[in-house]
């Protein structure tokens, strides 16, 4: 990776090495300010609490393996498969909104993320189920993030923080309802006892994980961008490409507003 030493520079040239493939890739072909600015118009940019980010310009988070690499030799020892559904940093007190990641350098095959709408999570579920569910709170946590970065001597910016937001949550634009747990952030049902809140959030976790009528999935190809709203989405990496090759992207996250449900600020 190269360092910044211009905001002249496009994110191209600051983040990967060089490749005829990025030539015709506006977005990445902008000058990494501009980008910034660009994705800005939907919020202030969060500050990853763990993460790599570019010289100078910590708002821009790195998604990166390189090429030595030995994740998926290793991540399989102790695990039947990668899927770990979630939304970006939910134990934030106020999580993105509107999300841009788009690819700089990625595997030959493989290495897709997959996404499912939870609004639409929501709505299969029946109304009686829906009104069980209105008025919980689930408690996000980035400890575990912050734990897993300083035992690989990665980043860690700040103290983590737990934060607790609605298991459903209401759209300020649209007013509709979509789901807002995940099993990579969410510990616990506030109020319940650790075996119901255990026995809900799987049955949630489920609900998602089966619904593949609900997602769909990603084949990162050169210049593909993706943008979607982190309110009333969920995404997962798929770890499916052999070690010894790099996979590479860059994430602009805005924040948006502190998750709400109709009258419940």
Not at 40 to 60: D, T
Not at 157 to 163: L, Q, S
Not at 213 to 237: F, I, S
Not at 258 to 263: H, L
């Amino acid at each position: 990776m190269r360092s910044q030493e211009t905001q002249s520079k496009s994110f191209r040239e600051t983040l990967s090495l060089t490749h005829p493939a990025f030539r015709n890739q506006d977005f990445a072909d902008l000058p990494i300010q501009e980008a910034l600015d660009f994705a800005e118009y939907y919020g202030p940019s969060h500050i990853h609490q763990a993460s790599g980010a570019p010289k100078g310009f910590p708002k821009v988070h790195l998604v990166h393996r390189s090429a030595a690499d030995t994740t998926a030799k290793t991540y399989f020892e102790t695990r039947t498969n990668s899927t770990t559904w979630h939304s970006d940093v939910t134990f934030e007190k106020q999580p993105p909104g509107t999300t841009f990641l788009y690819i700089l350098d990625g595997p030959s095959a493989g290495g897709d993320t997959a996404f499912c709408n939870m609004a639409e999570a929501y709505r299969r579920l029946s109304p009686a189920f829906r009104e069980r569910l209105h008025g919980l709170t689930a408690i996000h946590s980035g400890h575990e993030q912050a734990a897993a970065a300083a035992a690989r001597n990665s980043v860690v910016r700040r103290e983590p923080i737990t934060t607790a937001h609605p298991v459903v949550r209401t759209h300020p634009a649209t007013g509709e309802k979509a789901l807002f747990v995940n099993q990579q952030f969410v510990r616990q049902i506030e109020g319940f006892k650790k075996e119901e809140s255990d026995y809900l959030l799987k049955f949630l976790y489920d609900h998602v994980a089966f619904s593949q009528d609900l997602q769909c999935r990603v084949k990162w190809a050169p210049g593909t961008v993706v943008v979607w709203d982190n309110r009333v989405t969920a995404h997962t990496a798929i770890l499916d490409w052999q070690d010894g090759q790099r996979r590479h992207l860059a994430r602009l996250t805005p924040q948006a507003e502190r998750p709400f449900e109709v009258g419940r600020y």
